[in-house]
């Protein structure tokens, strides 16, 4: 065999290995190394003094409980109404001692309040980023205290890695819920993103005999200035917060409980037609009934109440797709990017929508958005894949289906394809190589692969 036929037939038993060695390689190199993120305890190190313990006292000086607090600067605690329930002072805990701290603002319809030590507290700077623009599956850090020993001292940092998993409009920002939950004592603590700006406030819920984990926006952060003087609060005004339905139906929604997350957004609809939250939560619980036109309303209504919703506009997309209403669809998911460009989802819904109409180029267009935000995807590699073939461009879907297959190696669909391709461009070679892998992975597709392309 000549040296180019060699190099044109390679076994594709050797992809693997080649692969894993050409990563690691890239791992290695220098300009990799100069490019290497902040480590996860570097971070921590960084953040974790802007993060407090405290304990809130009574009139008479009795502990009513403990919790969390981030100093935002040399004498601000911001934590929950929750953690401070009724007390109007309490103390700051830091490695370097204790501080008095009296409540000094407190928006209970937010659950946001904020303490003010009675003397100076050096810390690093903190960076107040916003929850605005956090997608679902965003990388976040949740960061705590609790009380590890007895008396005053013995506070200790929590660190937890958390991914965010729901999102709702309110207040002018996004409400945050991430997944796992965390530890009821890091409740007014901080969650940040992976460059450590602080993107919300850590709010710890009971719902229902579970631990729900939920963040205020770091947005309300600069306005609780402006609000209402801890002086003029009210006795029991925290049960009226404005945040405990939007918790509830968070709570519902993961644990999939849709009649009765549908029974509370239609009780909140009924209370405040004009909340755009409600209606998409009960668009939310209609798409899971598989009742699509009702879907279709309430996300309509939820748009209608606040049109720059992009989750309404993406999930009305889905709703349009799902009755094969594919031109409405198509503009619901395009408003949806219009608004939210980095939402790979709803690109990927989009691509596949334009594929469903046979609009190839412009489902490849949005394939190919998916794999900008997410190049590591084997589904829109795959999905790829499948419309070159359906346009005849055999090369760039084999292309395609080797990276889905880099990726997700255990992917028949995708090696089976693949081998197609191989057999319509007559590298017999190949094609052998897909069915040894086949016969490994699934054994009656590769019989089926090997009656109609092996076999003369």
């Not at 995807?377 to 297959?405: C, F, H, Q, S």
Request: glycine share 8%; with cysteine; charged share 25%.
């Amino acid at each position: 065999m000549s040296l180019n036929s060699a190099k044109k037939n390679y076994d594709l038993s050797h992809l693997y290995s080649v692969m894993i060695g050409g990563f690691v390689s890239a791992l290695l190199s220098p300009i990799a190394a100069a490019d290497t993120p902040e480590t996860r305890d570097q971070f921590f190190l960084r953040v974790r003094p802007s993060v407090v313990g405290l304990s809130l006292v009574d009139t008479d000086g009795g502990l009513i409980g403990h919790g969390s607090g981030v100093l935002i600067d040399t004498a601000r605690v911001i934590t929950t109404c929750q953690v401070v329930k009724d007390a109007k002072s309490g103390h700051v805990h830091r490695p370097s001692g204790i501080f008095k701290a009296v409540l000094q603002h407190a928006e209970p319809a937010r659950d946001l309040c904020q303490m003010k030590a009675l003397q100076h507290l050096q810390s690093p700077p903190i960076v107040l980023g916003t929850a605005k623009k956090i997608r679902i599956g965003q990388r976040v850090y949740a960061i705590g205290t609790r009380k590890s020993g007895k008396g005053r001292e013995g506070w200790e940092s929590l660190l937890s890695e958390a991914v965010v998993s729901n999102l709702r409009p309110y207040g002018g920002s996004q409400y945050i819920q991430i997944s796992p939950a965390i530890a009821p004592s890091s409740s007014g603590g901080g969650l940040f993103d992976e460059q450590g700006r602080l993107i919300g406030i850590l709010s710890v819920q009971f719902i229902e005999g579970e631990n729900f984990t939920f963040a205020l926006p770091a947005d309300w952060v600069v306005e609780l200035a402006n609000r209402t003087p801890a002086t003029q609060r009210s006795q029991g005004v925290t049960k009226k917060n404005g945040l405990n339905w939007l918790n509830h139906t968070l709570a519902l929604e993961k644990k999939g409980d849709w009649p009765g997350l549908f029974k509370a957004s239609q009780q909140e609809i009924k209370r405040d037609p004009a909340n755009a939250a409600a209606w998409f939560s009960s668009g939310i619980a209609l798409a899971h009934f598989k009742q699509y036109n009702r879907a279709v309303h309430a996300y309509r209504e939820a748009i209608r109440n606040q049109g720059d919703y992009g989750e309404a506009w993406h999930k009305l997309g889905g709703a349009y797709a799902y009755l094969k209403e594919y031109d409405h669809a198509i503009h619901a998911y395009r408003d949806a990017l219009r608004l939210e460009p980095e939402n790979a989802e709803a690109w990927y819904e989009l691509a596949n929508t334009y594929y469903d109409v046979k609009q190839y180029a412009h489902a490849i267009h949005a394939y190919r958005e998916v794999l900008r935000i997410q190049p590591e995807n084997p589904d829109a590699w795959y999905k790829l894949g499948i419309t070159y073939d359906d346009m005849k461009l055999y090369g760039d879907a084999v292309e395609a289906y080797r990276e889905a297959l880099r990726i997700q190696p255990e992917n028949t669909d995708a090696w089976y394809h693949l081998g197609v391709d191989y057999a319509i461009e007559g590298d017999r070679d190949k094609v052998r190589e897909v069915y040894r892998v086949l016969r490994e992975l699934d054994r009656a597709k590769a019989e089926q692969y090997f009656n109609i392309y092996i076999l003369p």
